[in-house]
């Protein structure tokens, strides 16, 4: 059984304030930010960094790396309440290759990443985890350690 909590508005990831407008496509506007630097202030709606200049108003996000930073930023959570992975992110990125999981609802919390074959607890992010002793964790170290 699946269930849908509603996501968030992302937050202007200069001044953390909600008073945004989504604009076109990806890009957003900080009244605040816009304000104060007496100039306009955009960011990308996704991945929550300040939008490039260079890079048009309609067009799609082009830092690097956007798609797989929103998703590790997503308020997505796991609610399943028989799933073990219970209150975490939805999305995780492998703590050896960094690729992009989640948990399917079934047995433990731990999973084999498919792609570099690398066993880790879903919760805590550890290759080695006692369970009763684990907590869930953000993805703010994923984030650091693939440098977005």
Excluded at 55 to 82: E, F, G, N, T, W
Excluded at 93 to 106: F, I, N, V
Aim: net charge positive; proline share 6%.
């Amino acid at each position: 059984m699946s269930l849908h909590v509603p996501v968030a508005v992302p937050k202007c990831p200069r001044c953390k304030g909600s008073d945004i407008s989504k604009l076109d496509g990806q890009r957003a506007l900080c009244r605040p930010c816009s304000r104060l630097r007496r100039g306009v202030y955009y960011f990308c709606w996704a991945c929550r960094r300040e939008w490039p200049t260079a890079a048009k108003a309609h067009a799609a996000c082009s830092l690097a790396h956007c798609a797989l930073r929103a998703a590790l930023l997503s308020d997505k959570l796991i609610v399943d309440p028989d799933s073990s992975a219970l209150g975490c992110p939805f999305f995780r990125a492998c703590p050896q290759c960094k690729a992009l999981l989640t948990h399917d609802g079934e047995g433990c919390a731990d999973i084999i990443c498919p792609q570099c074959k690398t066993e880790f607890c879903f919760r805590c992010l550890h290759q080695e985890c006692l369970f009763e002793l684990c907590d869930i964790v953000d993805n703010s170290r994923s984030l650091a350690a693939l440098g977005l």
